[in-house]
């Protein structure tokens, strides 16, 4: 059964981590009572240990060979003949179970649940899948905030936060880091074209003076009328 890993915090203060059978009960209200003595673990493992040899004989026998048919056997069967046999008359008579959860109530209880960390990027990643959180108008769940993956048998998935549910969309995956780094690499590597031999920048700093010092002037001086031969 999954265990829910304890936070730091819960190890400090020596709570012991609640497995998802545990939360569901938490869910439905019901307390379990742990057999912390030899004497009453012994009692449980007995018991466990009849109905596992006694039902799967029995079973056997039937020619029960699927899930549908197990159950109907118990129900109809199994279950009646154990009761008779074993029940006892309670102490008193009035009947203290609260009544059954409905089908909505109980498909909210009856599910998974995982803590997770959002990405700086709202990318949440979980079972080796990648979620995109969508941006929220209330109450939108912060980057690093932690939110809750709910998952169902039948495969539906809803991401909480703070107990509310966010809109998600499943993404293909993040860019591998090593992708990223070979392309920073190829970009590096690539040289800027080298100029050519006679290029100015190939000259050394006296020729690129000469070549840009400027070549003789022609002075002509003009002369009057009767200057003239």
Known sequence: ???????????LQGVVPVTQFGQMCQRLG???IAANSPQAKGRVERNHGTHQDRLVKKMRLKKIKTHAEAN??????YLPEHNRRFRRNPAQPEDYHRAAPRAAELDDVF?????RILGNDWVVRHDNRYFQVQAQARNY????GKVTMCEWEDGRLQIRYRGRAVSWEEIAGLVPAEAVRTSEAKAQK??????KAEHPWRQAYRKMRAWSKPGPVLLIHETSSGDRP
């Open 1 to 11: 059964m999954y265990v829910r890993e304890a936070s730091s915090k819960e190890q």
């Open 30 to 32: 019901i307390r379990i």
């Open 72 to 77: 109907l056997f118990l129900e109809k069967e």
């Open 111 to 115: 599910h998974l649940e995982t803590a």
């Open 141 to 144: 769940a912060p980057a690093k």
């Open 190 to 195: 690539q040289k800027p074209p080298t100029p």
